[in-house]
């Protein structure tokens, strides 16, 4: 395992590998019919890769002293295990003590059975292209998750639909910032809850060529939507590359449940991802300071990896996370926070230590609106995480109202973001080219850089150019109109859908997706809750 | 001189010493008569101190080629000294090489000249509880500087006047995250070009008791403003006490004329201090590469230091920066940009070098409205000055427009965000009471710890909360009017100014200063450019 902190020097890092080798490409029969005809000819979308060093936090003391308490919260206090008889076998045949549904480990043991788990993986797209490598010095973004609501400028917050759903996900799959296509990028509330999780998979699979996130709200769904990318992807190819994950979420403080484990062993008998996040707001999932709920999580997650691992050695998971902070005067959940930022940080240092690809971060905010609170929260969420060293950044795009929410603007904005938090991870490169010298011998004392040779030879590709960002004269920002970013916003994601054209999909297997999706909705009666 | 990194462990840092000492404040005889009379009994505002590490972006590699870099330039393109035969003499006498206006140093040459320059100093407010260290583990936020324009949500953009510069001022008195007054903190266009300075300098003195920054326009307005500040600290005391700076701009790339190395000269003779920043557009003052630009940077500030220091050696000074970039579709600056962010954090390490007080950062903006764009390019720019270590960070609220518009609504956004950032700074504290055993072993696994004796015994302590964060519910929100931040930003300023008082001053030092104001204004006729 891989435990040295992301790359600040790039010969460190892998060689880039966003293509799966042409032996992958053949093996994956059904895969490559389901391509679009281009995919020889097509360029690859540059996966983002961090040439910067991480930021240490903390001492390695007060990093050990984390570390050594959530092996005594795990050892003393332990966590519940509900519902879910085999999760509980499985832990007590790696040598944990299982007393009713509680489950206790000793020191080290989580660690260790965490040990199996691959320090990088590769998870697959539908097109080539859009295959990544998660872990190491590779970095994969995915939109936001969860949301009930949609809102965008003209149509305000309103209940999200399956059609927003679909444009989200057009949305993810045209922008390069983007090399995921997430989950629920908002709820379809208007399917029946039972059946969400057919429209969402098979959207994510027609509309997009990007990887993505399966149902999790049952084993059963999870299975679903396992089955559909085995349709695509085909049933032996599943069993060696990841295209699916789940995104698991912790019953905090310190419980599992049979729904979430269920999920959980479905990807992972499946040799598929899961990323396993404890969601602790401090004072209600956990105490109300941030070293106690860093440690929790860090117990936590340790023990969905485990589970993960015992059911499938070496299955690929994600060391996720997600602590947040309370506005102490209402109780309600506050982010981009100092105390969440700072948590982050520490959070990286306990994923290298394990050598896991960590997920942290995302565009957070409480604002109800793509307001300036919306963005100067979101800007410190993610500017930890990029620090953090996270891998895999999940609500990347889109949330608002504390995840209530999926914006249309703030999905634009937040792609800027990423577009120049990708340029920031390049670093500086210092070199003869880079020094200029030619360019001082030119220009001398007082005299303007803007037409020397250095200059113009570097001009076009020196700093990167974001799309929602003015920098127009008053003046003539007056003349457009005096639109303010969320109105910007408001412009492009429209143009943007209207661009969208649909990837290629052989005709054969969306026939059996649809097929399936059919079989599985008239199986069971619709079930609204 | 201290050349050890921004400190891990709060022991490392000097003991916090913003109050001057009795000997001090005794020997500040006029100081303490203008003192407001509550001075002993006030609570001191703590200064804002990291306790966290810097972020180290570059190599030691890069980071000597850097320095090398700066030394060539000097070298061999050396700076232009115009109009100013005193500081080429100077220059001349210290071993540099001078060539008609030319001066050219020695490798080395300039960075041993800065050797007397120290590492941290305090600068004196007309209250004591204002006194700021500048340098080591302490960090100053100041205000906006320059701007010919501010703006509010309903007056609109619009010249900036004196009634709005005593606004500022009021604004920036009353917020404990600004420790500094600022200097000009919107250039009153009412008043004439050759006078503003008078009424600038008495509205910091008058309308304040944090340090502030006295007028640079000219070696004549410096010394105005130096003698003002004698009028009310005592001439006695500024030889040895640094009470008013001088922002120093270099007119990059690589020239110093005589309306800069005169204030400079100015400021240095009187033992006060100078701020040293080159203010470079990566492809109009410099190449548009940014490791360029920053040796340029560096060489350009070491020079600037070292005339300082051969005015008078161990006058305070700090070691600026201002590097930013184009928008390469129109050549329009750009802020907060990724290439910016990342040559921060190398000027941090730069300074680190040399062992002198950093300023960096501010709350930098392309936007026209406080908006979305506003804040995300203003937190990421902020974001990299206080990881890079910055112990000065001008600029740190009410930027707009690429510094034309001083905004309002923006200052208060700003100052909030800055309340963010000192918490950020605190880092965490990894204890046995943050580690919160006995609330675990109260709560156990799925009970909220919002009841547990540790969760009451930290509430109210455990976050920061921030004034303008909105976290109510989307009912309440709605409810309350639906503001955005801006608007809520709009009531928010207007509620402190309304609240404003005025420092007491003793009425003789008053009368004191408005004489010299009247002597002076009369002493020459209105000049308006």
Redesign the interface.
Known sequence: MDTSPPC??PSRCQVPTAVSSAAERRRGGRRARTAERATLSDPVDPQPRRR??T?????EG?LD??AV?AD??LD?????VRGDEEARELFRSAGARVDGQ?VRFAPGLARSLCSTAPAEFAMHGRHDRHTVRVGGCNVVFSPAYGSPFVSDLEGG?RYATLEDFENLVKLAYMTPWLQHSGGTVCEPVDVPVNKRHLDMVYAHLRWSTKPFMGGVTSPERAEDSIAMARIVFGSEFLETHCVIQGNINV?S???FDEVMTGALKAYARANQGNVISPFII???????????L???AHAETMVGIALAQLVRPGSPVVYGNFLT??????????FG???A???TY?VGQLARQLGLPLRAGGHYT???????????????AM?AAV?AGAHFVHQAAGWL??G?VTGYEKFM?DID?LG??V??MQ?????D?????D???E????????G?A??LA???E????PD???????EQ?TEDG?L???QRANVRWKRMLADYEPPDIDPGIDAELLAFLDDRKAAVPDAWY
């Open positions: 600040r020097i910067i060093p930021y240490d936090l903390l001492d007060s002293r984390l308490h005594w919260i003393e206090i332990g966590v519940e509680r917050r019953n403080p310190l419980v401090g004072g209600a999932m956990g105490p109300v300071t941030q070293p106690a860093i440690a929790q902070t309370m506005d102490l005067r209402s109780g309600a959940p506050t926070s100092p105390e930022v700072l948590s520490a409480a604002s109800k609106v793509a307001d300036a609170q919306a963005m100067v929260e979101s800007a410190d500017g620090y109202e504390g209530l904005m973001h120049m938090l340029r920031r670093g500086l490169v210092v070199d080219d880079s020094l200029a010298a360019g001082y011998r220009a001398g004392p007082g005299v303007a850089h803007l020397t250095h200059t570097h001009f076009a020196a700093n990167f150019t929602l960002i003015d920098t127009a004269s008053f920002w005096a303010d970013m969320q």
